[in-house]
């Protein structure tokens, strides 16, 4: 079961990347994103929501194995965050790179109420400042390819 909760919790081992541990995990999340995104809008944020949930959970017990609040071997944080990025965008090369760089560069920056929220309790505070996080890069995102440039770059 240890092995199992830390597979989940480092983003498929991407949490143990000697460098960026964070830039790893949300490259899963990519990877997830694609085959995902063939499902539709509404399937996607639900699988998007569950793996936020899920990851509360698993983040929770990680804690406990690993001995430290919210260890940055823990990345399914980011993969989720990459996921709520992406949610409800065009499934297009060039938003999904800026998707991408958005959420990293809100996940980095940690504008308010990010660090607010690591504060909450368990899982839930390693993993709700990646969801805003993800929100706040979704809500640049969809600024951008709904309003400013509807037809892309690409």
Same mark, same amino acid.
């Given at each position: 079961m240890r092995k199992s909760v830390l597979f989940v919790a480092t983003g498929a081992g991407s949490g143990?990347?000697?460098?960026?541990?964070?830039?790893?995990?949300?490259?899963?999340?990519?990877?997830?994103y694609f085959?995902?995104?063939?499902?539709?809008?509404?399937?996607?944020?639900?699988?998007a929501l569950a793996i936020t949930w899920g990851g509360a959970l698993v983040?929770?017990? /990680?804690? +406990?194995? *690993?001995?430290?609040?919210? @260890?940055q071997r823990i990345t399914i944080d980011e993969v989720a965050g990459v996921?709520? /990025?992406? +949610?409800? *965008?065009?499934?297009?090369? @060039?938003?999904?790179v800026a998707g991408f760089i958005l959420f990293r560069l809100f996940d980095i920056w940690k504008p308010p109420p990010c660090r607010k929220v690591e504060s909450l309790p368990g899982g839930w505070g390693v993993m709700a400042d990646d969801v805003v996080a993800?929100?706040?890069a979704?809500?640049?995102?969809?600024?951008?390819?709904?309003?400013?440039?509807?037809?892309?770059?690409?």
């Open positions: 143990y990347a000697p460098i960026a541990p964070g830039t790893f995990g949300s490259l899963v999340g990519l990877v997830l085959p995902l995104s063939w499902l539709g809008p509404w399937p996607y944020l639900g699988l983040s929770s017990r /990680a804690e +406990a194995i *690993l001995g430290r609040k919210d @260890d996921l709520l /990025a992406l +949610a409800f *965008l065009p499934p297009r090369i @060039d938003v999904v993800g929100i706040y979704n809500l640049c995102g969809q600024l951008l390819w709904r309003v400013l440039w509807p037809g892309g770059w690409m």
